[in-house]
């Protein structure tokens, strides 16, 4: 089955959860993917995706940092099944002429991606075993809204917010 090549749409709020979705789009098309996400990931794509920088390399910054240090490229990350609402993904790395794949979560292969400016690729199939979103979702009107509270979001966000608590 044919891989399909997305970008990251939006990041929206579920109204009945306040869980974050990502939303991938279809680049050549109107398909798109919603994927539950958590916070703390939805944080790293947005901060990502409005280029905000943090004093500080957050981890997923840190992770591209440290292959970027020993030569290894992400050339891709693939969405590649999606199995009891869970959904799977692959992290291309290639390191001279050698490729090796690494599982992943959706959500942090995407953090990755952006950082690395790879391709962002979804299996046919996991577009056509999921379910359709609403349209209310997907509204140029909500998408703003929600951009505009994740821009607030982010603009007061601490990142002592963010340590672990013992």
Do not use: C
Not at 42 to 71: Q, S, Y
Not at 116 to 131: F, P
């Amino acid at each position: 089955m044919a891989n399909i090549s997305m970008y990251v749409h939006a990041i929206t709020l579920d109204p009945d959860s306040n869980s974050p979705i990502l939303i991938l789009k279809e680049e050549a098309g109107e398909r798109t993917l919603p994927i539950w996400i958590g916070l703390l990931e939805a944080t790293a794509i947005a901060t990502e995706m409005e280029k905000i920088e943090f004093a500080r390399p957050m981890t997923h910054d840190l992770a591209v940092n440290l292959l970027k240090a020993v030569g290894i490229k992400i050339p891709k990350i693939t969405v590649t099944d999606l199995k009891d609402n869970t959904y799977y993904a692959r992290i291309t790395l290639k390191y001279g002429d050698k490729t090796v794949t690494v599982d992943a979560r959706p959500s942090d292969a995407v953090a990755l991606a952006l950082r690395a400016g790879a391709q962002i690729l979804v299996n046919e199939e996991v577009i056509k075993e999921s379910k359709p979103v609403q349209q209310t979702v997907l509204s140029g009107e909500k998408t703003e809204k929600e951009k505009e509270k994740w821009t607030k979001v982010l603009e007061e966000l601490d990142p002592d917010t963010f340590k672990y608590k013992m």
